[in-house]
């Protein structure tokens, strides 16, 4: 079992930068994929941003691309999410989540919420314009 805990969230301007976490306890990231997601509210959850879990592979939506920066530290079981140029339309609450996924070449579902084995509790991100 993995808990999973997102902090980093809250009230930025439009421009602004947030880096997000998210760390696990209960068991280590070892061979788990990690992924971000978001919903806004009215919305799907859709993709933002994921990470292999030897950091080999990293995709984004083409929304985020050049603007967010995803990363992993293992020794301390943390995820990051940097956000830089933030948009109103980044505003949403924003999920990590980890797959169990040992051969980063063969993870090719990272975008699909339902491969994805456990979720942190949300972080809100709301950007004023």
């Known amino acids: 079992q993995v808990q999973l805990v997102e902090s980093g969230g809250g009230l930025v301007q439009a421009g602004g930068s947030l880096r997000l976490s998210c760390v696990a306890s209960g068991r280590t990231y070892r061979y788990y994929g990690l992924g971000w997601f978001r919903q806004a509210p009215g919305e799907e959850r859709e993709f933002v941003a994921a990470?292999?879990?030897?950091?080999?592979?990293?995709y984004y939506t083409d929304s985020v691309k050049g603007r967010f920066t995803i990363s992993r530290d293992n020794a301390k079981n943390t995820v990051y999410l940097q956000m830089n140029s933030l948009k109103p339309e980044d505003t949403a609450v924003y999920f990590c989540a980890a797959d169990w996924a040992p051969y980063d070449d063969a993870w090719t579902a990272y975008s699909e919420r339902d491969v994805y084995d456990y979720w942190g509790q949300g972080t809100q991100v709301t950007v004023s314009s």
């Open positions: 990470i292999s879990w030897r950091g080999t592979r990293i």
